[in-house]
């Protein structure tokens, strides 16, 4: 079982890997954060066969807050988009 | 008995690494950022779901499987909203006064 | 080769790399992300001495990995600062560049900050 | 070579190559995006490391606030991108740092290499001397105990770099709201989450405070969460942010290190020394502290990354 965990854990490390390709590419912004999410995504999952495989059980609590934060980025990226559309109350 | 969980475990585990798969090829081969979007979600909710639902029955404890399935819950409220706000900044509709709410109208 | 050498050449390896873009990269926001990258090298190498210390039951010496997370709360609030000054520089001179004899921009005049 | 140790080395590579991405992509706003990927993907290396609190630290830190940060820095610096693109240090420059850094990556490893064996470790120390605190988390008796002086002079650095980007405001505007005032609709989605994130975070963060005290977690990893919470309830428009001149806002930043230096002084009184804790109430009291800090530490991370004082008050 520690095997099969290990070797999934390895695929879908090689499917982050993958996903960095659109990091690199874009083109539009919204790409690059829709990757970095796949990649916090994938990192949860990977977060959580890691603390099975080495046995580790307050991995979960890493996972639960990554679960949490991940998302913090991409919010951040949605607010400072809006801040320079015309709706918005100007900052700088 | 243990034999069963076991196989409950490797399906549901590589049925998620499937979804992984699936998420990662669209995110690198659709055309346009829409679709691409749609492709994430799937791995989002389904990959990390059949994830967690395979490491559940290894968990050992309910504290633990709880624990689990709370990642799971959260990763599908947190990314299924940062979704929609990544599509309507794609696709240009914060300005549009008509598109803006996506709630049940007031 | 055990597992915490493969990240200690790892952590050195990255620290290399963020003395580069701090040194040759003429970007304020750049040189303060490969900074990050630079000291993340460094705690990298730290990890390595807290597993190589494994002992008692511990699964790493515990006095490295406190100095780690100590240091990853300064590193952030350098961050912290450095980001902010830097917005406050490009609120006063329109700019974001450290070069003094910036091309004419709109009031260069840093004096007036 | 086992399926372990190849999966090892695997992470270590593509944490090298999102590195590499973060110092070579040519725009600053895809480079911060690959730091955040690398934050995310770091915390896999310290649970690898067996360093499951340093995990915790980089999982909020690196993919969470500090991503917030740096994001936003970017979107609004992008205009400055070109003109300053254009002031690339001459070749001689760059092939100099070139090999400055390569000679320091180089005696980085070599010393990585060469590390004593067997290594030299203060892990029997730490675990001959749990009993005094009676916390079962080492890293937290470290951090609160063995060497509080740190812990207690970080908080003090927190609050410095606090400060130090409060000053940064116009004189006009000093004791003002820090950041732009944030709006969003208030029916829309990112005012939904703001409404349903937070108890289920603040709950989480208090529970990772919680089990710091015998498992991996404490007072900065559930702050960081808290912090983030309020964050996002700041930046839905939900409520504003303090004036920085509140007083009771003050009151909450210093609690943290005033009990703390509180604690550390009554030690000479009734320990040995400074921050000296008695045996019989050291649990307690490094609850206590831990209480505050967490409080301190939240407040403190959500004021600087919402920034210096842009409005004067009632704006």
Known sequence: MIEFMTTVLGFILAMLALGLVRILRGPADADRMMAAQLIGTGGIAALLLLGTVTAVPATVDVALTLALLATFASIAFVKKGRANAPDSTGDA | MSVAVDIITIVAITAGAFFFLAGTVGLLRFPDTLTRLHALTKADNLGLGLVVLGLVPQAGSLRGGLKLLCVWALALLAGAMVSQLIAREASGQRGDPAMRHDGPPP | MSAAIVFGLCGAAVAGLGLYGLIADPRPLRKIVAFNLLGSGVFMV??????????????????????????????????????????????????????TEAPAGTGTDPADA | MTVASALEMALAAVVLGVATWTIAARETFAAVVGFVTYGLLLALIWVRLDAVDVALVEAAIGGGLGGVLLLGAAARLRVTETPTATERPSATVRVGAALLSAAVAAALATGVILLPDPAPTLAPAAAANATATGLGNPVTNVLMAFRAMDTMLEKVVLLLALVGVWSLAPDRLWGGHPGPRHRADPLGTLAFLARLLPPVGIVVGIYVFWTGKDHPGGAFQGGTILAAMWLLVMMAGIADAPQVSSRRLRIVLIAGPGIFLAVGLAGFAIGSAFLAYPVAYAKPLILGIEVAMTLTIAATLGLLLAGAPERSAGQ
Not at chain 3, 48 to 76: E, H, K, M, N
């Open chain 3, 46 to 99: 730290f990890g390595v001495v807290a597993r190589r210390g494994a002992a008692s039951g511990f699964g790493g010496d515990p006095v490295p990995q406190a100095l780690v997370i100590t240091g990853v709360v300064v590193a952030f609030s350098a961050t912290a600062l450095a980001v902010a000054l830097l917005l406050r520089l490009f609120q006063v001179t329109g700019s974001a560049t450290l070069n």
